[in-house]
T-cell receptor, first 116, second 114 residues
Framework: DAGVIQSPRHEVTEMGQEVTLRCKPI?????LFWYRQTMMRGLELLIY????????DSGMPEDRFSAKMPNASFSTLKIQPSEPRDSAVYFC??????????????FGPGTRLLVL | AQKITQTQPGMFVQEKEAVTLDCTYD???????LFWYKQPSSGEMIFLIY??????QNATEGRYSLNFQKARKSANLVISASQLGDSAMYFC???????????FGAGTRLFVKA
């Protein structure tokens, strides 16, 4: 089975533009997570979904960030308007909860975002 | 509150030797899971190994083993017979049963010398 798929892999945009990051989780997984990784703050959880429903978005930095999961095989993270401080690597991860492994998360390759 | 601490920002190991990467954690939940991930320079996050808090034996996956000491709240990763391809950043992570949030440590960068 294919792993978590993210697109685009790299994105360079100008401040003020809208950015949309996309994620396809592993088939059969019922949890989906969006993370942001920076040198200064490390890996931060932004939001996660269970069965397409947002469960915890307390990590979303501000209203400029929004995430959706319209179906079990697709999610988007949108930044509008983008700012230079949003430059980071954004990871999507998915998991299927089981007692055996506490719902180990499997990560996509990440999207490297640079906002100029 | 959950907390993960990785005190070694960087480590060097000679090829073919074993290395231990430290991880300590803090939680009040008696049921939790501990994870290790590898992030090579290419950037992807690769799951390595999992240990449940009620598991009686230390987890092993090939050359990776997890030295789980529950009373000390430590979950060190041991890599045996290091290879050049093991050079990467390694993250320890924890999830409590009560929630699905997984928290990550700051990471340890491992350098394997030929």
């Amino acid at each position: 089975d294919a792993g978590v798929i993210q697109s685009p892999r790299h994105e360079v945009t100008e401040m003020g533009q809208e950015v949309t990051l996309r994620c396809k989780p592993i088939s059969g997984h019922d949890y989906l997570f969006w993370y942001r990784q920076t040198m200064m703050r490390g890996l931060e959880l932004l939001i996660y979904f269970n069965n397409n429903v947002p469960i915890d978005d307390s990590g979303m930095p501000e209203d400029r960030f929004s995430a959706k999961m319209p179906n079990a095989s697709f999610s988007t993270l949108k930044i509008q308007p983008s700012e230079p401080r949003d430059s980071a690597v954004y990871f999507c991860a998915s998991s299927f909860f089981s007692v055996a492994d506490m719902g180990t998360q499997y990560f996509g390759p990440g999207t490297r975002l640079l906002v100029l | 509150a959950q907390k993960i601490t990785q005190t070694q920002p960087g480590m060097f190991v000679q090829e073919k030797e074993a290395v231990t990467l430290d991880c300590t954690y803090d939680t009040s939940d008696p049921s939790y899971g501990l994870f290790w991930y590898k992030q090579p320079s290419s950037g992807e996050m690769i799951f390595l190994i999992y240990q449940g808090s009620y598991d009686q034996q230390n987890a092993t996956e090939g050359r990776y083993s997890l030295n789980f000491q529950k009373a000390r709240k430590s979950a060190n990763l041991v890599i045996s017979a290091s290879q050049l391809g093991d050079s990467a950043m390694y993250f320890c992570a924890m999830r409590e049963t009560g929630g699905f949030k997984t928290i990550f440590g700051a990471g340890t960068r491992l350098f394997v010398k030929a």
